[in-house]
C-alpha cells in the first residue's frame, strides 16, 4: 500500500526558514517521481520540486529557485523540503506526491502527473 505522510508544518516568521519531511512507503524511488507541490487558500495547486531517482536530478519551480531545496535520506524512506528565506506568498499546505518517473525527467513535474498524494502540512509564513 502506497503512503506518503508529511510532517514539519509550522507557523514560522517572514525571512524564516522551515524544514519539512515526507516519510513514503509502498514504493521504490526507482521508476518513480517524488515531489512537493503546495495550495494556497483560493488558489490552484502547484508544483514546488520534484526528483527522479533514475536520472538523479532534481527540479524547482522559479519561485523556490535558491530559497528551497529537496533532499531524500533512502535509509529512511523520507524526501525533505527545506525553505529557507519564507515569504507571506509561501503559506499554504504542502504536499507530497509520487507519480511515474518521467514526469519529472527533463522539466518540473506538473501536478496532474502525479497519482499518489500525502494528506499535506500546512505553513504559515506571518509575523
Known amino acids: 500500500q502506497v503512503q506518503l505522510v508529511e510532517s514539519g508544518g509550522d507557523l514560522v516568521q517572514p525571512g524564516g526558514s522551515l524544514k519539512l519531511s515526507c516519510v513514503y512507503s509502498?514504493?521504490?524511488?526507482?521508476?518513480?517521481?517524488i515531489g512537493w507541490f503546495r495550495q494556497a487558500p483560493g488558489k490552484e495547486r502547484e508544483s514546488v520540486a520534484c526528483?527522479?531517482?533514475?536520472?538523479?536530478?532534481?527540479y524547482y519551480a522559479h519561485f523556490a529557485q535558491g530559497r528551497f531545496l529537496m533532499t531524500k535520506d533512502s535509509a529512511k524512506d523520507t524526501v525533505y523540503l527545506q525553505m529557507d528565506k519564507l515569504e507571506a506568498d509561501d503559506s499554504a499546505v504542502y504536499y507530497c506526491?509520487?507519480?511515474?518517473?518521467?514526469?519529472?525527467?527533463?522539466?518540473?513535474?506538473?501536478?496532474?502527473?502525479?497519482?499518489?498524494w500525502g494528506k499535506g502540512t500546512l505553513v504559515t509564513v506571518s509575523s
Open positions: 526528483h527522479s531517482e533514475d536520472t538523479a536530478s532534481t
Open positions: 506526491a509520487m507519480g511515474a518517473y518521467y514526469w519529472c525527467s527533463g522539466s518540473l513535474a506538473p501536478v496532474h502527473g502525479m497519482n499518489q
Open positions: 509502498g514504493f521504490s524511488l526507482y521508476d518513480r517521481a
